[in-house]
């Protein structure tokens, strides 16, 4: 089981829906969740982290986590064809302060 | 703003040749990482850095080596490049703390005929 699983997609919305990217870990003692995009030919910039049960919002993103199933997930409303990218889950490695473990990303696909 | 910077863009080795991929940051982080990014795989922790002169190894450290002599440079040696260790190399840092945002820089296509 890899440590930390993505759905590659590509997944495909409209504009102005709702894109949902979903992120599964598998060590119980993570704690802190991060969300990079990368757009084609560019390095990875992070978007949000989340480290406690629930929702956390920042203006269009969404990241909400459950820490029970062991999973993350990332809600881009109003999705904009500016949002089409590769989305990589990163989960800080239980016991190390420094160590991010990627899940392979999920291409996203906003059409006009 | 932070800036994290690689000495090449794109770079094209013969098997068998000793590699320097080189990387500098400009915001004073003590941690610096080399990943390397192919695709269905996702980005890979080749080794990371905490301190000038420490390292350690991360995933996938087999065929490589580090050096980091200077708090802002990290360098990622490949002493006898393999095919197999073509790829996209990412190098990252960020300060200490559980929630610091890491930064890449633009990464380096390496290619090993």
């Known amino acids: 089981q890899k440590e930390v699983e993505q759905n590659s997609g590509p997944l495909s919305v409209p504009e102005g829906a709702i894109a949902s990217l979903n992120c599964t870990y598998s060590?119980?003692?993570?704690?802190?969740f991060f969300w990079y995009r990368q757009y084609s030919g560019k390095s990875p910039e992070l978007i949000m982290f989340?480290?406690?049960?629930g929702d956390k919002e920042d203006g269009r993103f969404t990241a909400q986590l459950n820490k029970a199933s062991q999973y993350v997930s990332l809600l881009i409303r109003d999705s904009q064809p500016s949002d089409s990218a590769t989305y990589l889950c990163a989960v800080k490695k239980p016991g190390s302060a420094r160590q991010l473990t990627f899940g392979s990303g999920t291409q996203l696909t906003v059409l006009p | 703003d932070v800036k994290v910077t690689q000495s090449s863009r794109y770079l094209v080795k013969r098997t068998g040749e000793k590699v320097f991929l080189e990387c500098v940051q400009d915001?004073?982080?003590?941690?610096m990482f080399w990943y390397r990014q192919d695709p269905g795989l996702g980005l890979r922790l080749i080794y990371f850095?905490?301190?000038?002169?420490?390292?350690e190894k991360g995933d996938i450290p087999e065929g490589y080596s580090v050096s980091r002599e200077k708090k802002e440079r990290f360098s990622l040696i490949l002493e006898s490049a393999s095919t197999n260790q073509t790829s996209m190399y990412l190098c990252?840092?960020?300060?200490?703390?559980?929630?610091?945002?890491?930064?890449f820089g633009p990464g380096t296509r390496l290619t090993v005929l």
């Open positions: 850095s905490y301190d000038v002169k420490m390292k």
């Open positions: 990252a840092s960020r300060t200490s703390g559980s929630l610091n945002e890491q930064f």
């Open positions: 989340i480290y406690s049960n």
């Open positions: 915001m004073d982080h003590e941690n």
């Open positions: 060590d119980r003692g993570s704690q802190s």
